[in-house]
C-alpha cells in the first residue's frame, strides 16, 4: 500500500474511484470520467446514483471495459478493496440517524 502525501502530485491510479452523481454532471461522469478510468487503468469505477439509489459499478481489465453492474438492493463489494462492501439500503436511507 503506498502512503499519500497530501501536497504532492499522486502519480499513479487509484485501485478504484467513487462518484456521487448529481443532474449536472451525470452524462460526464457516466461518459467521459468513465473512459477516462479505463485509460488510466483504474479497475473499478463506482457511480452511486441517489436519485435512483442504485450503484453503477465498473470494472476495467487489460481486455477493456465491461457494462456497468447495476446494483439497486442489497449490497455492493469490491473485487479490489479487500473487505470493503456497500449496504445500499444505508446508503441511501432518507434518514440519517444521529
Not at 499519500?4 to 502530485?9: E, G, I, K, M, T
Not at 473512459?35 to 469505477?45: C, D, K, S, T
Request: charged share 25%.
Amino acid at each position: 500500500m503506498r502512503r499519500l502525501d497530501p501536497v504532492q502530485v499522486v502519480r499513479f491510479s487509484p485501485n478504484a474511484a467513487f462518484e456521487i452523481l448529481s443532474p449536472s454532471t451525470a452524462r460526464n461522469d457516466r461518459g467521459r470520467k468513465r473512459q477516462l478510468m479505463a485509460r488510466y487503468g483504474v479497475p473499478e469505477y463506482w457511480i452511486l446514483d441517489p436519485l435512483a439509489k442504485t450503484v453503477e459499478l465498473s470494472r476495467f481489465t487489460e481486455i477493456g471495459c465491461n457494462q456497468p453492474i447495476v446494483v439497486s438492493e442489497g449490497r455492493c463489494a469490491s473485487s479490489v478493496i479487500a473487505g470493503f462492501e456497500i449496504d445500499l439500503a444505508a446508503v441511501f436511507a432518507e434518514e440519517v440517524a444521529m
